[in-house]
Each structure stands twice: as structure tokens, then as C-alpha cells.
T-cell receptor
Framework: GENVEQHPSTLSVQEGDSAVIKCTYS??????FPWYKQELGKGPQLIIDIRSNVGEKKDQRIAVTLNKTAKHFSLHITETQPEDSAVYFC?????????FGKGTMLLVSP | NAGVTQTPKFRILKIGQSMTLQCTQDMNHNYMYWYRQDPGMGLKLIYYSVGAGITDKGEVPNGYNVSRSTTEDFPLRLELAAPSQTSVYFC???????????????FGPGTRLTVL
């Protein structure tokens, strides 16, 4: 079955710094890897995703990279802002479902 | 569109009681999911449904039941509540499964359940 390991569990950065969150997955047949952001008291929300036919995808200040050989993918946030503070989850596709990592709490200090 | 709505927002149950967590979506999504979120443990799938009348178990189904009689509604039933079911429960929906184009899962605001 699918298993996703996510690191680090917490990450503190200064405003304007970059943040990187890394995930490792187990199922080599997986082809879809989304990232969700959960703000305090709310449900998670999709922020970016990547499919296995590309190695990198960018959307303004966020980017995701995928290394299928090593079975890991990463979320990169540049020029962090206080509103980026949240819990971030990576996920791996399963059969019609997603398997989520345990989450990373990102704290951006002004 | 209201998106995915969940009721109640909070609930305290006594051990052995039963309750139903309600979930409704107005986006005409085929797929619906129930997750539980425990501190530091991420989101674990309880049950999911690929369409009305079809449900399937996720990673942690024990102690729960679901039904999907309509496209819009996907209630989660807890029978004989136990302290281990204390958690935050999220309902989500998507138009297609993970391999489809419209596979983004939209989450509700959650139900915080405490079993004492």
C-alpha cells in the first residue's frame, strides 16, 4: 500500500526566506502528487500538484519538484510571508484516493 | 455554491453513545470522502464513495459506517462511541478520482468530536 513520509514536522523561517518541505513515497506506480495547505480551524485546500510526466511545476511563489527515480517530491515556497503560516500536507495517489503525509507546520515570523 | 458543508461543528459524546456526522456538497461531485485528523498524524481515510449507492472502506473504517443514497449527501455514523474516536473529522468531495483531470478534493470545515 501507499506510505508517505514528510519532513520536517515543523519549520520556522523569517519573512522573506525560502521554505522547503520534502516527501518520500513508496508506490512506484503512483503518478499524481498534490500539496494541500491547512490554515488554523479550516479544512485543507489544494495549492499545487504535479503529475509524473513532469519534473517541476511553478505557480508564482510556490513550486513542486518530483524525482520519480528516488521516489521523492518537494514543495518550495520563496519569499515567504506571514500568511504562508499553516500546516502543509503532501499526498500520494492511491486507487481513487489519496494517502497523506503527517504534515509540516510552517511558521513565518515577521 | 456553498461547497462542502458539515454539521455539527463541535460535539461531545459519552462512551457508548451514537451519532451521525452530516456532510453535503452542492458541486455535483461524484466522489466523496471522510477523513479523521489526529494531532501530528495527518489525515487518514475512513470511507469513500465513487457515486450514489457505492461506498468503500479506507485505511481506518472500524467503528464507523457510511451510506450514499444521493449524490449530495454522505453521512458518517459512529456506533458505540469510544475515546479513540476523539478527533477532527473532515468530509471532502471531488468530481473525479485521483487519475482524472478534475480530481481536486474540496474539504469541509470539519467536525471536532470529543468522546468522554
Amino acid at each position: 500500500g501507499e506510505n508517505v513520509e514528510q519532513h520536517p514536522s515543523t519549520l520556522s523561517v523569517q519573512e522573506g526566506d525560502s521554505a522547503v518541505i520534502k516527501c518520500t513515497y513508496s508506490d512506484s506506480a503512483s503518478n499524481y502528487f498534490p500539496w494541500y495547505k491547512q490554515e488554523l480551524g479550516k479544512g485543507p485546500q489544494l495549492i499545487i500538484d504535479i503529475r509524473s510526466n513532469v519534473g517541476e511545476k511553478k505557480d508564482q511563489r510556490i513550486a513542486v519538484t518530483l524525482n520519480k527515480t528516488a521516489k521523492h517530491f518537494s514543495l518550495h515556497i520563496t519569499e515567504t510571508q506571514p500568511e504562508d503560516s499553516a500546516v502543509y500536507f503532501c499526498a500520494e495517489e492511491g486507487y481513487s484516493t489519496l494517502t497523506f503525509g503527517k504534515g509540516t507546520m510552517l511558521l513565518v515570523s515577521p | 455554491n456553498a461547497g462542502v458543508t458539515q454539521t455539527p461543528k463541535f460535539r461531545i459524546l459519552k462512551i457508548g453513545q451514537s451519532m451521525t456526522l452530516q456532510c453535503t456538497q452542492d458541486m455535483n461531485h461524484n466522489y466523496m470522502y471522510w477523513y479523521r485528523q489526529d494531532p501530528g498524524m495527518g489525515l487518514k481515510l475512513i470511507y469513500y464513495s465513487v457515486g450514489a449507492g457505492i461506498t468503500d472502506k479506507g485505511e481506518v473504517p472500524n467503528g464507523y459506517n457510511v451510506s450514499r443514497s444521493t449524490t449530495e449527501d454522505f453521512p458518517l455514523r459512529l456506533e458505540l462511541a469510544a475515546p479513540s474516536q476523539t478527533s477532527v473529522y473532515f468530509c471532502a468531495s471531488s468530481y473525479s478520482g485521483t487519475s482524472g483531470i478534475y480530481n481536486e478534493q474540496f474539504f469541509g470545515p470539519g467536525t471536532r468530536l470529543t468522546v468522554l
